[in-house]
């Protein structure tokens, strides 16, 4: 991408009225920043919205899955049917590319707008090992 776009957009389980950088845990140096990480197109930050959950949801719990940006592979843990999640329209001002598609702002930014997204609207995009399929039966039932 050559040029910076005026909006990007940021993914979360929870609701802020501003968002402030965090740790991120990434693989390699570009995505283990202390910093908010924003994606170019909402699509790009919808498996970061998506209400992930620990099993247990305890400090003893677990919890792993992958996405490729578009779709979400949950090895272990649950996500709620009926949950939600939100993505933060951010204007790019304080935004550096780290990545081919990553942008990271090291200072706080307050929100253009806030959607809420419905985890029932997106859970086409989730697929689930056996393990977490089990986990997933035994806390939502059939779903």
């Known amino acids: 991408m050559s040029e910076k776009p005026d909006r990007l957009y ?3 389980q929870y609701r802020f009225d501003i968002v402030k950088p965090r740790q991120a ?3 390699c140096e570009a995505e283990a920043q202390m910093g908010i990480y924003a994606a170019a197109t909402m699509e790009e930050v919808i498996p970061f919205a998506m209400p992930f959950r620990w099993y247990p ?3 003893e719990g677990k919890l792993s899955f992958d996405s490729d940006g578009i779709r979400s592979f949950l090895r272990y843990g649950s996500i709620d049917p009926e949950g939600k999640g939100y993505i933060y ?8 590319l780290v990545d081919g598609w990553e942008w ?3 200072t706080e930014v307050r929100p253009i707008e806030v959607i ?4 029932k609207d997106y859970w086409d995009t989730i697929t689930f090992s056996e393990e977490a ?3 997933q039966r035994k ?3 059939d779903v």
């Open 25 to 27: 845990n990434g693989q």
């Open 10 to 12: 940021h993914g979360s």
């Open 57 to 59: 949801d305890s400090p």
């Open 104 to 106: 990271v702002s090291r």
């Open 133 to 135: 399929e089990k986990i």
């Open 139 to 141: 806390l939502y039932g």
């Open 89 to 96: 329209v951010l204007p790019s001002d304080s935004f550096e």
């Open 116 to 119: 809420e997204i419905r985890v």
